[in-house]
């Protein structure tokens, strides 16, 4: 009950306005003598009691008496839209694009809600038509392009989208470049799973040209060439993923290491790793992926030494303790039994939680997305720093 009266406030709202227009226009002798306080009270009460058809007849009816109540039966139908009513909001939103008597604006707006109706419910086909209506009216463009691009991304239509984004940079001015390059991966991504490698290459630089600080674009890239047999080049790609932005090396780490062991530069991921430890020694990441690199080497003084000062500090990566205690297994006063003990408790608290996080609405999953199931942001999932290994590759957009 709450909810519905936190959503009928802007209803409430307007009602004010148009009682007030009422009033004058009833002062000045042009009153149209229909009861619309009376008509509108009621509409609300069956609202409130959940009667909602008999509402829709109310409002409807309204709208037919008194075109001055358009704006007001816009809020009505978006109302039932978000209560989840689609099919009562489209009624109510088709009979205000039937009438003869709307001025162009009334009319595009009501064309607008009516197009989000058909979103909501899964009528994409005529949601696009209005959409694109609205374009050639001239009316709510970059809206409309809006809608155009989400539309096409539920599609996965990403060329269309691409479109839509470009378009909508004549009517706004939020930056698109970083969307582009996303759908630019998409379509990446759909070439290197059809075989189609010269094309996936032209996606990935195609993105990187939108957006330079594409990791997803350099990760494609890196995975190019190590199809195409080039290991030196993929390391290149990988390695500028991490110097970007060292906690995104939990989703080129094993590909690290696979490149430079091709590369038959053994000891390459090692060096890479010390030399970003050094000029970010706060990054939990690094910290974690090279104490496993030293201990898979064998390297035990360096890893206790590194060990020693990442457990000094305050923030520590969880994934480490698992690290230190085999490295205290093996060179520790403790007893084997009790550090085994704590070092299985620790894993298995590490294998029941979520390896990534959505920075913009928190959603959390084992897997990882470049579109967020959440919000639908792109690129805005990140690693959590727990573990590097076993980690699950990377995802395209969810279904």
Not at 186 to 205: C, K, N, T, V, Y
Request: charged fraction near 25%; include cysteine.
């Amino acid at each position: 009950m709450m909810e519905v009266l936190w959503l009928l406030l802007p209803v409430a709202a307007a009602s004010g306005w148009l009682a007030a227009r009422r009033t004058a226009r009833h002062e000045v002798g042009r009153s149209r003598g229909v009861p619309f306080p009376d008509q509108y009270i009621k509409g609300l009460n069956y609202l409130l009691t959940e009667q909602s058809d008999r509402a829709l007849e109310v409002f409807i009816d309204m709208v037919d008496v008194d075109p001055d109540t358009v704006e007001t039966h816009l809020i009505l139908g978006s109302l039932f839209r978000r209560r989840g009513e689609v099919d009562r909001a489209i009624r109510i939103h088709q009979n205000l694009v039937e009438r003869k008597n709307l001025d162009p604006p009334q009319r595009a707006n009501a064309l607008m809600e009516l197009g989000r109706d058909y979103m909501k419910a899964g009528l994409l086909d005529q949601a696009e038509s209005l959409f694109k209506e609205l374009i050639q009216l001239g009316f709510l463009q970059a809206e409309a392009w809006r809608c155009l691009r989400t539309l096409y991304e539920r599609e996965r239509d990403w060329a269309n989208a691409i479109r839509a984004s470009e378009q909508l940079c004549a009517f706004s001015t939020d930056p698109q470049n970083q969307r582009i390059a996303q759908y630019h991966c998409e379509l990446a991504e759909m070439a290197r799973a059809g075989g189609e490698a010269a094309l996936a290459g032209q996606h990935a630089r195609k993105a990187l040209s939108f957006d330079r600080g594409c990791a997803r674009a350099d990760i494609l890239m890196g995975d190019l060439a190590m199809d195409d047999a080039d290991p030196s080049r993929a390391v290149a790609h990988y390695s500028r993923v991490v110097r970007q932005d060292a906690g995104l090396l939990p989703l080129v780490f094993s590909r690290l290491d696979r490149a430079f062991q091709d590369a038959g530069h053994d000891e390459g991921l090692v060096s890479l790793l010390m030399q970003l430890q050094d000029q970010q020694p706060s990054s939990t990441a690094l910290a974690l992926a090279l104490a496993q690199t030293l201990e898979a080497s064998d390297r035990m003084d360096d890893l206790e030494a590194l060990l020693q000062n990442q457990l000094a500090q305050e923030s520590t990566a969880l994934g480490l303790v698992p690290v230190y205690l085999r490295c205290k297994i093996r060179h520790g006063p403790l007893t084997v039994e009790t550090l085994t003990g704590m070092m299985q408790m620790v894993e298995r608290y590490l294998e029941g939680h979520p390896c990534h996080t959505c920075t913009q609405c928190g959603f959390q999953s084992r897997t990882h997305f470049w579109h967020c199931p959440g919000c639908r942001g792109w690129a805005t999932i990140r690693p959590i720093d727990s573990r590097v290994e076993q980690r699950p590759e990377t995802c395209l957009t969810p279904p």
